[in-house]
């Protein structure tokens, strides 16, 4: 199983920018996928989620900022992000889990900086 994040870089702050995640080679039922981030000496936090149904939740933080959008049938989710904050800047990872097992699968992250 891969899970391939791409999309990240450097922006400006008020900037815009949208990653994506695909999960390939994946041979069980997605139960969800979502998005997590890391910043410098900080903990993960979830940023976005996508459960079955398609249903989303996003980060009360991030709310009206963020968003995200794909389709579990796919394997693929992006995060749209508006209005940049430097305190958006983190390593951004992304999250999928196997509806049977529970086990998670994880990308290798793409970094997003957000500076002038």
């Known amino acids: 199983v891969q899970v391939v994040e791409s999309g990240g870089g450097t922006v400006q702050p008020g900037g815009s920018m949208r990653l994506s995640c695909v999960v390939s080679g994946a041979t069980f039922t997605i139960h969800a996928m979502g998005w997590y981030r890391q910043g410098t000496d900080k903990q993960r936090e979830l940023i976005a989620m996508m459960t079955p149904g398609d249903l989303t939740k996003v980060r009360d933080s991030v709310q009206g900022r963020f968003s995200i959008s794909g389709s579990l049938a796919e394997n693929t989710i992006y995060l749209q992000m508006d209005n940049l904050e430097p305190g958006d800047t983190a390593i951004y990872y992304c999250?999928?889990?196997?509806?049977?097992?529970?086990?998670?699968?994880w990308g290798k992250g793409t970094l997003v900086t957000v500076s002038s």
């Open positions: 999250k999928t889990q196997d509806a049977t097992t529970w086990v998670e699968y």
